[in-house]
């Protein structure tokens, strides 16, 4: 398989592949693919099993990290050096496995046309994201 590295730092092409469970997509992932999922509140095992696999990219339909639970994974992806778009909502799910899309920072293409637009996370926005995550747990736990 080519290089699916665009020379732009943010571009990744790579073929698609779909699954609402990470773990099982995590199985049929190649080096080089774009991870589709529909998970809110990526956790650190589906993360660690995505990274794992070595994709270019992880594209989410929700949330990766809302706020609601301490969820891991987005950390873990970012770390490892994989894009991670979020919140494309059903836009993304227009996509059909094995088909080739580049994703250039928040924007998702095939063939040249836009399929969806979300959110780049970046470690910036994740520590924010954590922090605002931890002061509403904690809060939470003193009322119990």
Known sequence: MSDTRSTTASARTGRVRIDDRPKHLATRLESGDIAVINVADLDRDSAAALVAAGPAAVLNAQPSLTGRVAALGPRLILDAGILLVDDL?????????????????????????????????EDEDLAIEVADSAALFAYFRRRD
């Open 89 to 121: 909502g059903q836009d993304v799910a227009s996509l059909r496995e094995g088909q080739e899309v580049t994703v250039t920072g928040s924007k998702v293409l095939l063939e040249g046309t836009l399929i969806a637009t979300g959110n780049r996370v």
